[in-house]
């Protein structure tokens, strides 16, 4: 089931990529031309989604943020501020640089998160780093994933899968909603 307050506290979500208050987003459209996201106006984009993570989330949780959560420090503070959880931010590539302003909405703030066999990053891991983790869960790519190539022997044929040591935790992935880190390990086959 996906309701937070009927369960124990301190489980630990990923959320990536909200983009809060993002008015453009609102317009962007996937690869095949449908709209990437399903809302027109970024502020009922924002409070929905804020709905939906506060529904899941109980204040005593852990929640890693793997960046794009809103682009300036005022947003940040409109969103973030009302959201559940002890929340750890790896900041995105459109997250405020001047973080002092934000800080205090984080229990900590890290350029990526280590744990035992895989990585947490905003941006993904170039694939010939990946060799010491079996596994990157990853922001940035919205609906795209990474791809892998792969060289039939014979006839040149190439052709290009989903790379399975890749996840990514970005919201149009995950519903719009956070994800349980354990949920993601067990798909992968690392619980």
Not at 18 to 34: A, V, W
Not at 115 to 143: C, D, E, Q, V, Y
Not at 151 to 171: H, L, W
Request: proline fraction near 4%.
């Amino acid at each position: 089931t996906m309701s937070g307050y009927g369960k124990k506290a301190g489980r630990t979500w990923v959320y990536s990529d909200p983009h809060f208050y993002h008015h453009n987003i609102c317009k962007f459209t996937k690869e095949d031309g449908s709209k990437l996201r399903p809302w027109d106006d970024a502020e009922e984009m924002t409070n929905v989604m804020i709905g939906w993570y506060n529904e899941m989330v109980h204040p005593d949780d852990r929640v890693y943020m793997l960046g794009d959560i809103a682009f300036n420090a005022a947003n940040m503070e409109k969103s973030v501020g009302r959201m559940n959880g002890r929340k750890v931010l790896v900041p995105g590539n459109h997250d405020p640089v001047k973080m002092r302003k934000y800080f205090h909405l984080f229990d900590d703030v890290r350029g990526y998160v280590i744990k035992k066999g895989f990585i947490m990053s905003h941006i993904p891991i170039h694939p010939m780093s990946m060799g010491r983790w079996r596994l990157n869960i990853h922001g940035h790519t919205h609906s795209n994933t990474m791809k892998t190539v792969v060289n039939v022997k014979g006839d040149y044929i190439e052709t290009q899968r989903e790379d399975e040591r890749y996840f990514s935790a970005c919201v149009e992935r995950t519903d719009f909603r956070p994800i349980l880190l354990d949920d993601i390990l067990k798909e992968r086959g690392l619980v």
